[in-house]
């Protein structure tokens, strides 16, 4: 089975929406609570998180490479 992950629009600053969990930490526990062996990623999501939030994703990224977990560009 695998995940899929999607690039998330950033929130306008006109609009008021409550704070969301870091994506990182989403894709985490889904991760753990699925078990899943590959996550796909749109490539739009990973280019996001690596200019918004390189030292997050760096570690999600270890994290899922030390679970054998693969992530596929999509």
Known sequence: MALVVQAA???????????RPPVGAKLVTSVHQRRVSVV???SK????????DPDPWKRVQG???LRGVRVVET
């Open 63 to 65: 994290w899922l490479s």
């Open 9 to 19: 629009r950033k929130p306008s600053p006109e609009r008021h929406e409550p704070a």
């Open 40 to 42: 796909a990623i749109s």
């Open 45 to 52: 999501a990973i280019i996001r998180w690596g200019k918004d």
